[in-house]
């Protein structure tokens, strides 16, 4: 039979208190924050989603973050703020025309379910992890920042390079 002396409840409470901080609330391990920019033909993208999709491999859980109209971005896994786990990704990015209005016809109507059809952007490319062209892998030497540069297809690549991780796709 345990006898509750001061010493046993001390390292009762102490196992208890090892508990609570050992299962605290910071969410997954081995996180990075990660803000960067998305610009879009030399200009920042003044709007849309970032995705980081777990690539193959060991690590990573999906992670996004909303562009502002700057194009500045931050990303979160499951709580704001919070970051990306260590791992390799794919990168999409989504950017749509803002809907306004109801349909204006009654074809419009029927074909779109009464929601005004959206059009994309940036091409269409940049939202499929198959041809986007984006990745990064998220690691101890990431350097917490990105500027991804998106283009037109038909447009030469920009030569430029600068010390930020940068992406150029064209």
């Known amino acids: 039979m345990i006898q509750w002396n001061l010493w046993n409840i001390l390292l009762l409470f102490g196992l208890f208190l090892e ?6 609330t910071s969410g997954l391990p081995d996180m990075v924050q990660v803000r ?12 849309g989603t970032i995705v980081y999709l777990p690539a193959s491999g060991p690590g990573g859980r999906q992670a996004q973050g909303v562009i502002g109209p700057d194009g500045r971005f931050e ?7 919070d970051g990306v786990q260590k791992g390799g990704y794919d990168i999409i990015i989504l ?9 204006r016809s009654r074809v419009e109507l029927e074909t ?15 939202a499929d992890p198959d041809t986007s062209g984006l990745s990064d892998i998220v690691d101890d030497n990431h350097p917490g920042y990105i500027e991804i540069e998106l283009g037109d297809l038909n447009r030469v690549p920009d030569s430029t390079n600068r ?3 940068r992406f150029h796709t064209h």
Do not use: D, W
């Open 75 to 81: 990303l979160s896994s499951l709580k704001p703020g």
């Open 36 to 47: 960067g920019k998305v610009l879009y033909n030399n200009k920042p993208l003044p709007g």
């Open 19 to 24: 508990f609570l901080v050992g299962c605290g």
């Open 112 to 126: 779109t379910g009464g929601f005004k059809q959206q059009r994309m952007i940036i091409p269409e490319k940049y």
């Open 95 to 103: 950017a749509h025309e803002q809907a306004v209005g109801p349909p």
């Open 163 to 165: 010390v930020e991780r």
